[in-house]
Each structure stands twice: as C-alpha cells, then as structure tokens.
C-alpha cells in the first residue's frame, strides 16, 4: 500500500503545474464571465430605461432577471469546465504514451520498482480520479463564490436568487457532476472511474501488440459497448420495454462493474506476460 501511494503521489505531481494552471485558469475565466454579464445585463436594464420602461417589474418582464440559473449555461461558466474535461481527456492518454516515448523509455524504469505491476496501472488511474474530484471540488466552491458577486454587483431588485441546490437542478452539465443523490453520485463516479480504466486497457492492448492491438481495442471497445447497453438493446429488438428505470440503472451499473474487472483482468495479464524489460 506504501508503494501504491507513492506511486500516485508521483503522477499527481508529474501534472501538478498543468493541474494548477487548469484550475487557476477556470477560476479566472468564470470570474471574468460574472463581470462580464453583470455589465452586459445592467447595460440592457439602461436601455429599457433610455425607452421609457422605468419600472422593475416591466424590465423584468423584458429582459428577465440575473443569477447564477442563467449564468451556469453561458460558454463562461461551460467553457472552463469543457477544457478542464478535454485537458484530462488528453492526459489520459499521455499519462502512458509519455512513459513511453520519453526520454530513457521511461516506463520500463517504473516496471522494475520493487511493486506489483498492476500498482502502476492502478496508481494512474487512481490519479486521474483525484484530479477530478479536485476541480469538481473547485468548481462547487466557485459556485458559492459567484453567487455572492452577482448580488454585488447587480440590483437586489433583479437577482434571482437561488440555492446552490437550485442551481444544480436547473444545468444538465451539474447534474452530473452533483447528482441529486448519494447512490447516483455513487454511479456516475464508478462509471467514470472504470471508464479511465477501459481507457487504459486500450492503450495497453495497443502498447503490447502494437498493430494488432489496435485491432483488439477496437474489438474490446465494441464488446464494452455491447456490454453496456445491452439492456437497452434488448429492449429495442423486442420493441417493448422489458425493465423498469431502476431495473435499468442497476443492470447497467453492475454491467459496468463486470467490465471494470474485466479490463483489470486483463490489464494484469498484459502487464505481467506481455510488457517485458
């Protein structure tokens, strides 16, 4: 276990410097966006008054009201959060490829350390996840943050206010990564977590077969698929809804699961037999 967290402590620092750059980058952009639309919606409250609208109910009317509802679905408050997505994506597949094209075919420096091999695969996985908890975590204190600087910097009178739970419920991008519920923030993270490590598991395929093994991730990524959607799929062929909604969502949670262990299972096959220093 001592060697499993050193193991992810090593890669949270090998992209700490990007890391902190992403998450000072969200904070700043998101920032500027309240600013921005705090202006742009008081410029538009002038002009209704420049036309003779004076009264705050009929500009209401108008224009509608401000708060942190309308905000979280303008490209300053979605932007960041895509890049921070895009930017991890990325680096799940340089978390391997560096290793091993770097300087001194690094990775083979990381299999003879004194520890299981699937440690590595695991730690960097684990690493991933880490990271994205800490922007989601981020990203729920900036909520918080922004709240307060539209009821500063707009009239009480055209505030909508809202909790930080109301915000949630109206922005799809939120209810994903703040599901309503301990059972579903429970999925979506497991579901995240093992998509890193199918992730892996290609990558793998690919790194100890090299063309043939493109061949098999693409295979394996279809049979994941297959897996996962299955009941829906059976559904379709019978053209009648066989499960209900929380059938479905255990079924494919544990489908998903299966094909954790699965790409696990075979990522220690491959990390044993295949990859040799």
Not at 22 to 45: C, E, P, R
Not at 143 to 157: G, R
Not at 219 to 224: E, I
Request: proline share 2%; with cysteine.
């Amino acid at each position: 276990m001592k060697n499993f967290i050193k193991l992810v402590n090593f890669e949270l620092n090998r992209f700490f410097p990007i890391y902190a750059a992403l998450g000072i980058l969200t904070i700043i952009l998101q920032v500027i966006g309240v600013f921005i639309t705090s202006n742009d919606y008081i410029y538009q409250i002038e002009e209704q008054t420049k036309m003779g609208i004076v009264k705050e109910s009929a500009i209401i009317l108008e224009i509608g009201q401000m708060g942190m509802s309308r905000f979280v679905g303008s490209l300053w408050f979605v932007g960041p959060i895509a890049l921070c997505v895009v930017t991890l994506l990325i680096y799940s597949l340089f978390i391997w490829y560096r290793d091993w094209f770097g300087k001194n075919t690094f990775i083979y420096r990381l299999l003879m350390l004194p520890t299981e091999r699937l440690n590595l695969y695991l730690s960097k996985a684990v690493a991933i996840f880490l990271m994205v908890l800490g922007l989601v975590t981020l990203q729920l204190v900036l909520l918080l943050v922004e709240e307060q600087l539209f009821s500063m910097l707009i009239p009480a009178a055209y505030i909508k206010t809202s909790t930080i739970s109301q915000t949630i419920l109206e922005s799809k991008y939120l209810l994903v990564l703040y599901p309503t519920s301990f059972i579903a923030a429970l999925a979506n993270y497991s579901r995240g977590f093992i998509a890193i490590l199918v992730l892996f598991t290609l990558i793998l395929l690919e790194r100890s077969f090299k063309f043939k093994g493109l061949l098999l991730a693409g295979v394996y990524s279809v049979l994941t698929l297959i897996c996962l959607f299955a009941p829906y799929w059976i559904q379709a062929i019978f053209n009648r809804q066989l499960f209900f909604t929380s059938e479905l969502f255990w079924i494919t949670l544990a489908l998903t699961f299966v094909v954790g262990a699965i790409s696990i299972w075979i990522s220690h096959r491959l990390l044993n037999k295949r990859i040799t220093v």
